[in-house]
């Protein structure tokens, strides 16, 4: 079963700045999701293998995916942060070609989540 790494959460206050890292290779899509307690799990983010980006609507301008091939490695760059934004996040991973839409169901490969924390 593929596995995947993540690391970088943590608790900051409101307005700070977290980047996440997942360790993972060879897929077409990548994508961070975040699941706050009682609630659905949710897509953040997505980054194909051209690069191409999408965002949900809610991290817009405050969070930034990108991916460094040479390090095997993707990222979420998170700033503003928001107390909303209080939640287990997830590196999930495809290797299926085509559009790389930020939902549960497109991805195969999921990481086991690290805790971000924003308190007010």
């Known amino acids: 079963q593929v596995q995947l790494v993540e690391s970088g959460g943590g608790s900051v206050q409101a307005g700070g700045s977290l980047r996440l890292s997942c360790a993972a290779s060879g897929y077409y899509c990548m994508g961070w999701f975040r699941q706050a307690p009682g609630k659905e799990r949710e897509g953040v983010a997505s980054i194909d293998s051209n690069g191409d980006t999408r965002y949900a609507d809610s991290v817009k301008g405050r969070f930034t995916i990108s991916k460094d091939n040479a390090k095997n490695t993707l990222y979420l760059q998170m700033n503003s942060l928001k107390p909303e934004d209080t939640a287990m996040y997830y590196c999930?991973?495809?290797?299926?070609?085509?559009?790389?839409?930020?939902?549960?169901?497109?991805?195969?490969?999921w990481g086991q989540g690290t805790q971000v924390s924003v308190s007010s």
């Open positions: 999930a991973a495809d290797w299926a070609y085509g559009f790389c839409q930020i939902v549960v169901g497109r991805y195969r490969a």
